[in-house]
């Protein structure tokens, strides 16, 4: 006689976590003295941040506020370019008041300042409704800021991780 075992029930796998296109580059903030640090990545840039009162560095909120700024820009650069050409000059300027007593900032403005007076207003329109979809699809900085983050904070204290 032989035995026969029960069915197991199927078992599915669970769905791998999504892996990120590109492994986090180690992005490092060091304390450099009161209120002061030096942000580093693995790519030799350095960034000076303090708070405002020191003279020579970024505030964290203005290095929100450049992030903003450059990937709003980054993020229209090939449509702009193929239009005006690879030598057009744009500048993007970021501005919002920090609410302190919530310590946020409620509203940043983006003002991108483009020449497009060599181009007839239609296609000057045309042109600058290609640059919200192109940043409203491709910005990373400001669809974060838009949709909001989690943000998981560790420690490494010398001891076990807290």
Do not use: W
């Amino acid at each position: 006689m032989t035995e026969s075992t029960p069915p197991t029930p199927t078992q599915t796998p669970a769905p791998a976590a999504p892996q990120a296109a590109h492994p986090a580059p180690d992005l490092r903030v060091e304390r450099t003295g009161t209120r002061r640090y030096v942000g580093t990545s693995p790519r030799g840039a350095r960034v000076e941040i303090g708070s405002a009162d020191v003279e020579g560095v970024f505030t964290p909120g203005e290095l929100l506020k450049i992030a903003l700024g450059a990937c709003t820009a980054m993020a229209s650069d090939f449509t702009i370019s193929r239009r005006l050409g690879d030598d057009y000059a744009a500048t993007v300027r970021v501005s919002g008041d920090a609410d302190r007593e919530n310590e946020r900032y409620p509203l940043l403005e983006e003002s991108y300042e483009l020449d497009l007076s060599g181009l007839d207003p239609a296609m000057a329109e045309r042109l600058v409704a290609m640059i919200r979809r192109s940043v409203d699809s491709a910005c990373t900085v400001g669809r974060t800021l838009t949709a909001g983050t989690e943000i998981e904070l560790g420690f490494e204290t010398g001891g076990d991780e807290a």
